[in-house]
């Protein structure tokens, strides 16, 4: 898993900035593409063919949107939460959601609503997220990790 080691990474100025402020290091994107890309687990975009691939190597999950450029790799984005995604449990969506417009390349099937557990601390919950039909990968939005995850995160540290 480490012949992806040497590849280049691309980012514009304002990215690395970002990933600096949040704390992602270029390891922690290695990480992420080095199981996306050896195990062709990621998902795709339908328009823009970015893909975004998550891993959790200790106890952050990070996820990168990226494409395949030059032999290497250029990153658009990068987040990290710490709320747990406990996979495999999904269950039918609360309510239904706008069309997603990413694809499981896994299994080649777009994503579609579906009610996923989450961990964190003590507490579990269920939230709808955008998941694979078939293997029940889920997409966790760049929006939902440093919003919404990361609001929860810190009301349960505070109790
Ligand atoms: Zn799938």
């Given at each position: ?57 200790g ?13 290497g ?26 069309k ?60």
């Amino acid at each position: 898993m480490n012949n992806d080691d040497n590849r280049k990474l691309y980012m514009e100025p304002a990215v690395r900035k970002l990933l600096e402020d949040r704390g992602i290091r270029e390891e922690d994107l290695r990480q992420v593409l080095a199981v996306a890309e050896g195990e062709g687990r990621f998902h795709s975009h339908r328009t823009t063919g970015h893909r975004l691939a998550h891993a959790t190597p200790g106890k952050v999950t990070y996820w990168v949107e990226y494409v395949q450029e030059d032999g290497g790799y250029r990153i658009f984005t990068a987040y990290s939460h710490r709320m747990k995604i406990l996979e495999g449990f999904n269950m039918p969506p609360r309510k239904e959601g706008e069309k997603v417009d990413w694809i499981c390349a896994a299994c080649d099937l777009p994503l579609e609503w579906a009610a996923v557990k989450l961990a964190y601390l003590d507490e579990t919950f269920v939230a709808d997220l955008p998941a694979c039909p078939a293997c029940q990968r889920v997409l966790v939005s760049e929006e939902n990790a440093v919003v919404k995850m990361a609001m929860a995160e810190r009301m349960l540290e505070d109790k």
